[in-house]
Every structure is written in C-alpha cells, then in structure tokens.
C-alpha cells in the first residue's frame, strides 16, 4: 500500500469520529506488532520514534526501516516523529522522511517562545511538504537528560484558537488531564475543557499519555473530539511482562513473546479507539 501521511489518517478519523494510535518504536520487532496489529483489524495506524528514544535507533537505520514496513503493510500507515525539542533533530527527521513531525515546545517558560518556535519549524516543514505537531499547555510525565519530570500545565481553551493561527500547526496536542508514563493515581480527564478546545479549533487533536487510561477515558475523549491518542508504555509493559514470563527463553525467543505481546497490547487499544474496520 502506499505510504500515507498523518494528516490523511486523521483527516477520516476527525470526519467519522473515531481515534488512530500512534505508537512509539526502536527496532523493526516494534514496528512489525504494531502493523501486524492494524492488519489484523483492518484499522489505520501512526508509528515512529521519538528524540529521546534516538539512542535506541538512529534515524538512518530506523526511518528506512520503518517507511518500507509502512508501504508493504495492507492498511494506512503513517510514520511520525513525536517530541522533538530540538532544531537540529527536526531538519534531520525532515531529511529522514517522515511525513509529519511533532515540535515540542511546551517546555519552553514563555508561551511566547513556543509560539515563536512552533511558527519556525512549521514554516520549514511546510515548504518541504510535512505536517507538524505543536502542544499547548503541558501534559507533563516526560523526564529531561536530568530524569526530573515535567509539570502538568493544562491547556486553556481561549488560547488555543490563536496558537493555531500564530503557528501554523496541522496538529495539536492538548493538556487535559493524562500524563506521560506509568499513573501514580487514577488520572482525572477534563472533558469540558476537551470539548471547548474542540469548538475554538479544527485542526485534528492529540492526546498523549494514553497508557493507563479507561476504556470510558477514551470513549470520553473521543467523543469529546480526539482524534489521535499516543501510547507507549502499555506496549512496553506487556513487552517487559513477557520476557519475565519466559526466564528459560534465549535470546532469539524472547523477541519473539514480546512481540507478540506487543501486538496483542496494541491491537487491544486499536479496537478501544474505533479504528478496527476503518482500513
Ligand atoms: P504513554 O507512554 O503514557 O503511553 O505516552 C505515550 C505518549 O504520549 C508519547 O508521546
């Protein structure tokens, strides 16, 4: 099939009202449960990597990789780069052929310098024909070089109209509530906040911090207007629990349980989003 892009993908999920993963991945184990996932329901995905996975698998290898895995698979398949802080790692993701990337700026201490930023690399990424991701508010759980852990910052809904305006952005990511990585207590979405977001933009929204979630969570924000949803740690917790089921396996096997395990994780979470059939 040929290769599609983000902005393809969602642009059928925001018109039908259902969700499409995005899945992080560092080898082509990764990358082959998550599209043997899609194909086993019929449903569209979004994979890739991230820069602070680049350690595990350098654009030059893994991007290829991945782009001819996408175009052998037999649904929609679009490859993405997700936060991204640096200018640097962005020009190369744009080299490196992804057909959308996610700038990051809500680190950044001045909402001023996130717009400012975001409005740059949307520029550029336009001109060569890729869509980009910005977020507004933060949603926090990421950790630095240091391991310290961002704040969550909420995303106000009276802002987001102009962010979009100002920068440019294709896609925008939402603070509601999720947080990146394991939950230290059961998380609390604000869909009102959701759905006034909802009503000021139209660009397709993304929720991050989808492992841990209920399944009403994503009904909820589904139906409250997300249209992407990432995961990553729920597929590597299922990977992780498969390799300590099998303590007798050698190297070569464990591979295989844990992505195995993978797939069953991610094909879980396509048939919760209402992606499964819409191939
Ligand atoms: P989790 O690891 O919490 O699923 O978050 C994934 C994510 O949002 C990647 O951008």
Not at 63 to 88: C, G, N, S, W
Not at 242 to 266: G, I, S
Request: charged share 20%; proline share 4%; hydrophobic share 45%.
């Amino acid at each position: 099939m040929a290769l599609y892009t983000m902005k393809e993908i969602l642009k059928d999920a925001q018109a039908k009202h259902y969700g499409v993963g995005y899945f992080n991945a560092v080898n082509m184990e990764m990358t082959r449960a998550y599209i043997a996932a899609a194909e086993a329901c019929q449903s569209p995905i979004i994979i890739g990597t991230a820069e602070a996975l680049l350690p595990y698998g350098a654009f030059e290898w893994l991007i290829p990789m991945m782009l001819e895995q996408a175009r052998r698979a037999k649904v929609p398949v679009a490859v993405h780069l997700d936060h991204t802080y640096r200018f640097e790692v962005l020009m190369q993701a744009l080299r490196a052929g992804f057909g959308s990337v996610m700038y990051d700026g809500s680190r950044l201490p001045d909402h001023r310098d996130n717009v400012r930023a975001s409005a740059e690399i949307v520029k550029i990424a336009h001109a060569m024909g890729v869509g980009v991701e910005c977020e507004l508010g933060s949603v926090g759980g990421l950790s630095d070089e240091s391991g310290k852990a961002d704040a969550v910052i909420y995303t106000e809904p009276k802002d987001a109209l102009a962010f979009v305006e100002q920068t440019g952005a294709d896609f925008l990511a939402v603070s509601i509530g999720t947080q990146h990585g394991v939950y230290r207590a059961t998380p609390k979405l604000d869909i009102p906040r959701l759905r006034a977001i909802r009503g000021a933009v139209d660009v397709p929204l993304v929720l991050h911090g989808g492992s841990g979630l209920s399944d009403d969570d994503f009904h909820n924000t589904i139906a409250g207007g997300i249209s992407k949803i990432n995961v990553y740690t729920d597929v590597i917790l299922a990977a992780k629990r498969a390799v300590l089921n099998h303590p007798e396996a050698d190297y070569v096997d464990l591979n295989r349980f844990a992505e195995d395990a993978m797939r069953k994780a991610t094909l879980k979470k396509l048939r919760l989003f209402g992606s499964a059939g819409m191939a």
